[in-house]
């Protein structure tokens, strides 16, 4: 695993994420911060599952604390059969150059039982460039 790289694996699910500081977008002088940051979420178990919805936590190191919730990810509730692989992309503004991440993505089986599970998303830390120097 990379040095940004942050991975977890719950209920059958792998989740990783790595975030990158998105200087040109940010403005430090104004307290504006932006992050992206990359997920791959990987079927890992015996059966098809469907994305269903997401649970974040956000908190920045000037107490700003943050939940945010919603249906699928990025406009979408992909479905996954054993051993297929999402990934997608979004960001997150803060307002200093330091906070995590961390939550969970709710899913279903696909099959005749249709249970709903939760797959945790490990925490990742959200640093801007010019603090880790």
Known sequence: ???????MVSNGISIKVVPQ??????????????????VTIENMSNK????????????????IRREVSGEGVVGQ????????VFVYSSWCPLQS??????????????????RKFEAAIPEFIL????ILN
């Open 1 to 7: 695993m990379k040095e940004n790289e942050y991975q």
């Open 48 to 63: 098809p599952v469907k994305l269903v919805s997401r649970h974040w936590f956000i908190h920045d190191s000037i107490q």
């Open 127 to 130: 640093a801007a460039t010019f």
């Open 97 to 114: 150059s330091l906070g995590k991440m961390y939550g969970n993505y709710n899913f279903i089986t696909l099959d005749e039982e249709k």
């Open 21 to 38: 500081y998105e200087e040109q977008h940010s403005k430090p002088s104004i307290g504006k911060f932006t992050f992206s940051y990359k």
């Open 77 to 84: 509730q992909p479905v996954l059969k054993p051993g297929e």
